[in-house]
């Protein structure tokens, strides 16, 4: 070592220092390793756990076919007992064998202390060579280079092999049937306004306003003639009718010959529910009339029929053709003319 390198740490003057291997350190046995009668409870515990997760995996069929769902379901804190069961009883089972693979690890699965020398990650390029050509020597032996005949069904074949997963999602539920087309809405039924189901008079709505509303069937009293809806019912009927009121002046209403006469001195009406996938509207701009669905920002132009200006939305905002009865109060002149809400299996694109 030459003088001027004495001061210098190790590494800036090119010595390597070489650390002492520090060896394993003391190796503790477990009670499992040295008492038998340890190591035969641990193996107990063990197989214990996995069978307490098989009784609730039996537990979660026996729950799946005896718990009723829907409108009859049993109620337990609140939360469908069905739900409750199964959520348990597989989370549950779950919980049981991971316990069980933990405990079997640390208490019975052999206890050697290894240690082996550390080599650079990077493959040797003497290595790299060989296996570059065992790959090129194994697709040249599959033949699938030269006969693409093969080659290209074989892409074709498990290209679509995860499609029979993505038909097998339509069984997920009961197909709608007609229960999407129609809404509750029908001939002279009142807008409400909603939450206090006071109805809407034409006078009550300024250029500019907007309210969330109703139809009146969702509010029975003595005076209206409602039947009382209850439950499911309640709940479809409220989230399919939902809809937005907005007055503009009637200049600035885009002229559609199908809708001349759905709007009443400038209010228009119009669902609630986004074309893309259902989230509720009514984020509106006074100026110039435009609903945003704050779900994925498609726009709607209410005054131009609920046509989409902007985002994923593939449809207009269906709208409500409205009129005024002899009192003064909006109402609807019929149902919707089309479905609300996201597109559906059964319904054409339009
Ligand atoms: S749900 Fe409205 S934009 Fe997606």
Redesign the pocket.
């Given at each position: 070592m030459s003088e001027s390198n004495d001061n210098l740490p190790a590494e800036t003057s090119g010595i390597v220092e070489v650390i002492p291997n520090p060896g394993m350190p003391e190796h503790h046995w477990r009670p499992t390793d040295v008492d038998p009668k340890a190591e035969r409870r641990a193996e107990r515990q063990v197989a214990m756990l996995f069978g307490l997760s098989m009784v609730c995996t039996v537990l979660f069929v026996v729950a799946y076919f005896t718990l009723s769902i829907g409108e009859d379901a049993t109620v337990f804190a609140g939360f469908g007992a069905s739900n409750v069961a199964l959520g348990l009883t597989f989370g549950l089972a779950l919980l049981f064998i991971g316990i069980g693979i933990i405990q079997l690890a640390r208490k019975l699965m052999a206890d050697h202390e290894i240690s082996e020398m550390r080599h650079p990650a990077k493959s040797s390029d003497e290595d790299r060579e060989v296996t570059l050509e065992a790959l090129s020597q194994g697709l040249e032996e599959s033949g699938l280079g030269r006969r693409p005949l093969i080659r290209n069904t074989l892409l074709g074949a498990v290209s679509l092999i995860g499609i029979p997963l993505v038909v097998g999602l339509r069984d997920l539920g009961p197909l709608p049937g007609d229960k999407l087309l129609s809404t509750i809405w029908e001939k002279d039924m009142r807008i409400v306004r909603d939450v206090t189901g006071t109805p809407i008079l034409l006078s009550d709505l300024q250029i500019g306003d907007l309210a969330n509303a109703q139809p009146e069937a969702l509010f029975p009293t003595e005076e209206n003639g409602y039947p009382e809806l209850t439950g499911l019912e309640m709940q479809v009927g409220k989230s399919k009718a939902s809809v937005i009121l907005i007055r503009m002046n009637p200049d600035e209403i885009v002229p559609n010959k199908d809708r001349e006469n759905w709007s009443v001195s400038g209010v228009v009406c119009y669902s609630k529910i986004?074309?893309?996938?259902?989230?509720p509207?009514s984020l509106a701009e006074q100026k110039t009339h435009h609903l945003l669905?704050?779900?994925?920002?498609?726009t709607f132009d209410l005054a131009d029929s609920g046509r989409v200006i902007f985002?994923?939305?593939a449809r207009a905002l269906p709208q409500l053709p409205i009129a005024v009865d002899s009192e003064g109060y909006l109402v609807a002149q019929s149902d919707f003319t089309e479905p609300v809400g996201?597109s559906f299996w059964e319904r054409d694109s339009s």
């Amino acid at each position: 070592m030459s003088e001027s390198n004495d001061n210098l740490p190790a590494e800036t003057s090119g010595i390597v220092e070489v650390i002492p291997n520090p060896g394993m350190p003391e190796h503790h046995w477990r009670p499992t390793d040295v008492d038998p009668k340890a190591e035969r409870r641990a193996e107990r515990q063990v197989a214990m756990l996995f069978g307490l997760s098989m009784v609730c995996t039996v537990l979660f069929v026996v729950a799946y076919f005896t718990l009723s769902i829907g409108e009859d379901a049993t109620v337990f804190a609140g939360f469908g007992a069905s739900n409750v069961a199964l959520g348990l009883t597989f989370g549950l089972a779950l919980l049981f064998i991971g316990i069980g693979i933990i405990q079997l690890a640390r208490k019975l699965m052999a206890d050697h202390e290894i240690s082996e020398m550390r080599h650079p990650a990077k493959s040797s390029d003497e290595d790299r060579e060989v296996t570059l050509e065992a790959l090129s020597q194994g697709l040249e032996e599959s033949g699938l280079g030269r006969r693409p005949l093969i080659r290209n069904t074989l892409l074709g074949a498990v290209s679509l092999i995860g499609i029979p997963l993505v038909v097998g999602l339509r069984d997920l539920g009961p197909l709608p049937g007609d229960k999407l087309l129609s809404t509750i809405w029908e001939k002279d039924m009142r807008i409400v306004r909603d939450v206090t189901g006071t109805p809407i008079l034409l006078s009550d709505l300024q250029i500019g306003d907007l309210a969330n509303a109703q139809p009146e069937a969702l509010f029975p009293t003595e005076e209206n003639g409602y039947p009382e809806l209850t439950g499911l019912e309640m709940q479809v009927g409220k989230s399919k009718a939902s809809v937005i009121l907005i007055r503009m002046n009637p200049d600035e209403i885009v002229p559609n010959k199908d809708r001349e006469n759905w709007s009443v001195s400038g209010v228009v009406c119009y669902s609630k529910i986004c074309t893309h996938v259902g989230c509720p509207i009514s984020l509106a701009e006074q100026k110039t009339h435009h609903l945003l669905c704050p779900c994925h920002q498609s726009t709607f132009d209410l005054a131009d029929s609920g046509r989409v200006i902007f985002g994923p939305a593939a449809r207009a905002l269906p709208q409500l053709p409205i009129a005024v009865d002899s009192e003064g109060y909006l109402v609807a002149q019929s149902d919707f003319t089309e479905p609300v809400g996201p597109s559906f299996w059964e319904r054409d694109s339009s």
